[in-house]
């Protein structure tokens, strides 16, 4: 996948997949929020248990499409793993993308098995969804060798954004529903969107000049743009979250904001 | 232990042990869940306390016979540790296996005395679990000086597993009876039996060409082959969870099924 | 900023915020602990928000005045981030400072909202803390490429003050008004302000000899002054604490006081 | 310090406080389940909080005792930290020993100051246990450039021991009186312990022939013999708490011991 392309598509589908969850996680705690007034507590949970169905399909269904197109999209090793006549692996970084896909398409299998049926424990999709990005950061991990020193350094970053999120989701099988929690993860699956077309950039400038992979200063510069990455990140998440807010936001005429505010409850668990 | 067959076997075991698990958390976590329904409580706690003490007493039973084998079958050491006539350490690799043995017979020893005595806190045997395997990993980690590329990767791949089974059992400690790190530790334990199957036929491949140990493809082939046992053991583990929860589903009689599923207990300090 | 009033600036922030934190939190605990002998509670909120929108303020504009000093005094890049004349990048230490800043900045300005509206979950302030420190740290880490030995050595030593304030403030997202965890926090920021100091003192002696910066046993030296540093920090908590404490103090009055220590809440969890 | 006694004092210390820490938890844990049959919780209460102050009194003597032995006997510094005739730090592994104890005394201090009046939040005094670990540690990281292979690695094992300590101890700050976890730093106070006796005779052996410091295979054997030591520490402390438990058992005329049992407190939140 050593292209620019190679480097958009995936970046995209983390962008969208960020902004999604962003707006859902954003509902869902205005939602809890406004509980007390009036909207009934058990339509909200049949809609979020849609939502959650048909988030799940779309991700098994993207997964499947992006395994297919490594395998047999131009250059793909259409299945074969191993070359005999030449006595070599055949594509080994396609099958590698494919690896990671099957990760994420079994993380959104499991979702679907969970929402749909009684038969696995609720927190399994978080621990699903966490084993997902730990594969993911795992095949880049070494994935690297003798690459050139900035190629290797704008893919180690990246490791920052995938293991960070790995850990987040973790967490949230103990802490399920904790808003601090989902708009973290949120902000690092952006980030990894964003930082995707980023290296698309540098490593395959689609105009202008090449850059030097070699240049210490180059090295230093895209450490700070990871930051910068980071920080427009933060401000998507922000923005929309408080849009959502704002949208949802409890009717003027409610009294006893600041002692309402204090137990404000972050987690879904204080409410089940 | 440098063959197919040293290999083999501890995978074997890893192997039955991750099925036998499985089993029997997906048949407590499936007891506990149907728990309202007539199942008296007292009667299965007392079940699955035999079922402790008979498990404990399998594990003490072969780490015992493990190390007997290390010490005495062919070229062990025979209880001997240094060779005065030679002035060197005689056999380190098989005092360092029954090193590992002796720590999961520990284990399985403090388990035997916690469900037959009162004599100590029932979570010290996740704690002992999760030394016995931190201790696996520690002796592999200083085992692999001076071997070829590859060789020491699939062992450091290894590490994962197991460290990462340490690291569940422990929080297990502070989690009893959670299904899901339950079942994670199943998935971890059978990863690393089937690793172990893998190793063996890397390094010692019973027919066929030998791999070339210093290719950096292989390398990359077995780093993603690692992923497919993970998600092997994933699948295993699926299978089996769901196979049980079904076998001792709850009667399709009784109503409020949303309901119950919302407070689904993962933990069992909930029932306690 | 490689000058003794480029480290002695920042230490002094540091070291001011520290004081200023310990002196804060531990006037809330003491309020906290006095709670039930009249002190009303509704107002002494009111006036904590008040103290948490002024310090949210004051540290947004000192991080406004970091970036614009960064930006336009002396040498500063004065906003232009690649110099296509000389075809290298204008300044990347001064830009690396200001995306500190930034993430200093972001922090209070969401703090600063969180304290006034209603918009957002109140752990959000520490987790954003959690991230501007992380982020120092990160940006800390590429930074020390190909200076001298000493000079890396000192700058390392700090990374554990910063990386450890950040796990602080992201475990006070869970534990929130821990004072153990506050405390600890106060503490690694004194004792990053005073390194920030004996940096200075030690890479741009401000009179007497120059530093032997390839020196083993200056190396050594200097870990050892960074744990007397830190027993420094300590020390200026415990006083602070103590004598906050003291003024605070219960009314002699008072009986009961060994019950009353039992049940010493550590947490603000348990009385909101 | 490079002598046999110079490692068999500290191991002897650390040896008698675990043993010490054994005897005192599992006394505790034993009142704890107890408490039901007629023990006074109250005067337990105030034993114990005597106990405490001895133990801190005594750590806060032993520590002031290295610091001026460390100091003023034989070649110690005396107090004097650079020698400006011969231009270099005057006996550096002194003053970082010293350093060591000064963090173990203030440990103690501030756990005296704890126990004796209400000043401080009780949890205090296991961070600050932490924190003197972890100090140890630290200070052992950066102490072995330059060593013999050997050398470097029996000090980096010890690191395993310290560190774990140091982590257990913050664990504790959260989960104070969890009987597995005090366990937990009594076993690794006991591996300390022997392990120093361990290096002390494998630097610096009193009879027989000198270690090749240079040769693998004993290296690997070393890592062996730090498991061993391991089981030691944990035969000890079973031992130990069995001990203590047989001695304190509850009457056998107590009835109903397997409810008891289910519900037996690890924790003493559960209590308080």
């Known amino acids: 996948m050593g292209s620019f392309k190679g480097h958009a598509l995936p970046g995209?589908?983390?962008?969208v997949a960020g902004i999604w969850w962003t707006g859902k996680y954003s509902?869902?705690?205005?939602?809890?929020?406004?509980?007390?007034?009036?909207?009934?507590?058990?339509?909200?949970?049949a809609s979020q248990r849609r939502l959650e169905i048909i988030e799940s399909s779309v991700i098994l269904f993207f997964s499947f499409v992006g395994i297919l197109a490594e395998q047999f999209l131009a250059d793909g090793p259409k299945l074969q793993l191993y070359n005999f006549t030449d006595k070599h692996w055949q594509d080994l970084m396609n099958w590698q993308h494919s690896t990671m896909y099957l990760f994420f398409g079994l993380a959104g299998a499991v979702s679907l098995i969970i929402h749909t049926t009684e038969a696995a424990p609720l927190a399994l999709d978080r621990l699903m969804l966490a084993i997902a990005?730990?594969?993911?950061?795992?095949?880049?991990?070494?994935?690297?060798?003798?690459?050139?020193m900035l190629d290797v350094h704008v893919?180690?970053?990246?490791?920052?954004?995938?293991?960070?999120?790995a850990l987040v989701a973790f967490l949230e099988v103990f802490h399920r529903g904790n808003i601090i929690l989902?708009?973290?993860r949120c902000t690092l699956t952006i980030l990894q969107g964003s930082?995707?077309?980023?290296?698309?950039?540098v490593l395959y400038p689609p105009r202008g000049p090449e850059w030097d992979l070699k240049d210490h200063n180059n090295m230093m510069f895209v450490t700070?743009?990871?930051?910068?990455?980071?920080?427009?990140?933060m401000?998507?998440?922000?923005?929309?979250?408080?849009?959502?807010?704002w949208l949802k936001r409890t009717p003027p005429m409610e009294m006893g904001l600041l002692k309402t505010r204090e137990r404000d409850p972050e987690s879904e668990d204080e409410i089940l």
Chains 1, 2, 3, 4 share one sequence.
């Not at 401000?235 to 979250?241: E, G």
């Open 12 to 15: 995209s589908f983390f962008l």
């Open 27 to 45: 509902l869902w705690h205005a939602t809890r929020r406004n509980k007390n007034i009036g909207s009934t507590r058990l339509s909200s949970r």
């Open 133 to 148: 990005f730990f594969n993911e950061g795992f095949l880049f991990l070494y994935h690297l060798h003798g690459r050139s």
């Open 155 to 165: 893919h180690q970053l990246l490791l920052f954004a995938i293991f960070g999120e």
């Open 182 to 184: 989902e708009l973290l």
């Open 195 to 201: 930082w995707f077309w980023e290296i698309g950039f």
């Open 224 to 233: 700070m743009c990871y930051s910068w990455h980071l920080a427009f990140a």
């Open 235 to 245: 401000l998507v998440v922000s923005v929309l979250y408080c849009t959502v807010s």
